[in-house]
């Protein structure tokens, strides 16, 4: 199993350009997360899914966009690009049933360093 | 909602000796579990250790142990005999309904 990828590893963008971050996981997880990280700082949630067809706004979903066509695949979309959205971005991965457990592992990728210039 | 306080940005130990990393958290949820994650340079989440907020006895991962208390909503991490690889940043992290809050981190360097 190659677990969470992501591409690309790294990425210079110029303010007002789009892009997407691309995520797979080859776990046959049900539950599919972005997160940022800024310098000096804890990860931040910005859109989660639950399921294919679903997902939800986290803590951060200000200029980015989110879609889940298959179990394996959520890409992140950035629109209009600007330097608040330097970070490193995280995709991670979860198998959860409602009424188990409170929380089941996630497993994360290697990340995406972003620069916006 | 939840929240994760980790109030001391750096720490450094000398090689063998044992180091404690303090965390918070505070949350609404009546089932939850915390963490405490490792991101060495390479910037890879790696998962050191985690605790059922339900269980009363303290998790402990060879070198690695935590001292959770409860009520006082405390969360610290103890690492015995540090070794170099264990620099790192490290965050303490808590998570319910399959969502995780983390702190801002700890930088740890260890010296030889």
């Known amino acids: 199993n190659a677990g969470v990828t992501q591409t690309p590893k790294f990425r210079i963008l110029k303010i007002g350009q789009s892009m997407t971050l691309q995520c797979t996981q080859d776990m046959n997880h049900n539950y599919m997360y972005w997160y940022r990280q800024d310098p000096g700082m804890g990860l931040k949630l910005i859109y989660y899914s639950v399921g294919a067809g679903i997902t939800d706004k986290g803590e951060v979903p200000n200029g980015y966009n989110v879609s889940r066509s298959t179990t394996e695949d959520f890409p992140l979309r950035l629109e209009l690009a600007a330097p608040s959205q330097t970070s490193v971005y995280f995709c991670?991965?979860?198998?959860?049933?409602?009424?188990?457990?409170?929380?089941?592992?996630?497993?994360f990728g290697p990340g995406t360093r972003l620069t916006v210039l | 909602a939840q929240t994760v306080t980790q109030s001391q940005p750096e720490m450094s130990v000398q090689e063998a000796e044992t180091v404690t990393l303090s965390c918070t958290y505070d949350t609404s949820e009546s089932d939850y579990y915390l963490f405490w994650y490792k991101q060495p340079p390479s910037r890879q989440m790696i998962l050191v250790i985690r605790q059922e907020a339900y269980k009363q006895q303290n998790a402990t991962e060879n070198r690695f142990s935590v001292n959770f208390q409860k009520a006082a909503k405390s969360f610290s991490l103890k690492i015995s005999d540090s070794q170099l690889g264990d620099a790192a940043m490290y965050f303490c992290a808590s998570g319910a309904n399959s969502k995780l809050t983390f702190g801002k981190g700890i930088t740890l360097s260890v010296r030889p």
């Open positions: 991670a991965s979860s198998q959860w049933t409602s009424g188990g457990p409170a929380y089941n592992e996630q497993f």
